[in-house]
């Protein structure tokens, strides 16, 4: 599959059969997320793997943040089942102090969003499925994974093959909408 095809073939995936993903899978997929270009090449991301059926499940739990999501209409992240489910859950971790950061722009944002696009096309190029879940209660799952109050965790990715084949993707802005020409509010003359 070329990167084209993976781009345009991806979705995010909720939930999963219960086929295992053996460890060389992860570690080919972490082969390919280790080259994500990064902050002065500083790699800030550290990654958790969780297998364990009870973490995953403590996890699954933790991906409602009532004060965030109550107000939009939502009683449960999309992805609670599949967090649970998913033979593998990659917990993605940042050090802040191993990136940039510029007129108050945090670029470990940026390193991990890169790094999770390596993640997503790399699994699902290799008949994989994941989802970027980024709705989670941050402070408690720091407890429940020992992870330092100095890292910051900016997503959680259950990883397995997927339960369902889904074909449509989500809309996209139209184009004529999200590209300008020359200068910030001029279109380009024939968007598609
Ligand atoms: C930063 C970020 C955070 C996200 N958080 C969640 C989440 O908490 N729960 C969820 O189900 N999907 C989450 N998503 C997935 C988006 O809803 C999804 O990418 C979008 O609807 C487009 O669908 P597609 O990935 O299938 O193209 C997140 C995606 C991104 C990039």
Known sequence: MDVIEAIATRRSIRRFSDKPVDDRMLESLFASVRMSPSWANM?????????????????????????????????????????????ALIIACAD?????????????????????????????????????????????????????????????????YPRDIKKEAPPRKPLGEIIFSEKWGSQEKSPS
């Not at 990654?47 to 933790?62: M, P, Y």
């Not at 390596?118 to 709705?135: K, P, Y």
């Not at 941050?138 to 109050?149: N, S, V, Y």
């Open 43 to 87: 790699q800030c991301w550290r990654f958790i793997v969780v297998r364990d059926a009870a973490v995953k499940a403590r996890i699954s739990e933790l991906t409602y943040v009532e004060s965030f999501m109550a107000p939009k209409g939502y009683k449960a992240n999309p992805s609670k089942a599949g967090v649970a489910e998913a033979p």
């Open 96 to 160: 802040p102090q191993q990136s940039g950061e510029l007129w108050g722009q945090q670029y470990y944002m940026t390193d991990i969003g890169i790094a999770a696009q390596t993640l997503m096309l790399t699994a699902h190029s290799m008949g994989l499925g994941t989802v970027f879940v980024g709705v989670f209660e941050e402070k408690k799952m720091r407890l429940l994974l020992g992870i330092p109050a100095n890292i910051r965790i900016v997503g959680l990715f259950p990883i397995g």
